[in-house]
């Protein structure tokens, strides 16, 4: 049998992280999503997770003193 629908976009993400958040913060969360891909004219929960994620983590490192070493910048 043929495969309908669209055909899959190779994933450039190899590594899969999941996050437990109460209740009450999932809203939020998509909203503030929501909101930023609105400014930029695309993206989604998990896009906006990752950056934020990334770039926390470069504060964390820097402040430290250590080298932000890093995979290539993903291109939205």
């Known amino acids: 049998?043929?495969?309908t629908g669209r055909p899959k976009k190779?994933?450039?993400y190899r590594v899969m992280l999941r996050?437990?958040?109460l209740e009450e913060h999932d809203e939020l969360i998509r909203q503030a999503a929501e909101i930023t891909a609105r400014r930029k004219g695309s993206g989604d929960v998990s896009s906006w997770v990752r950056e934020v994620?990334?770039?926390a983590a470069r504060r964390v490192v820097?402040?430290?003193g250590g080298a932000v070493t890093d995979a290539?910048?993903?291109s939205d």
Do not use: C, D, F, T
Request: glycine content about 0%.
């Open 1 to 3: 049998m043929p495969r």
């Open 10 to 12: 190779p994933n450039a």
């Open 19 to 21: 996050v437990r958040v």
């Open 53 to 55: 994620l990334v770039a």
């Open 62 to 64: 820097a402040k430290e």
């Open 72 to 74: 290539p910048q993903e």
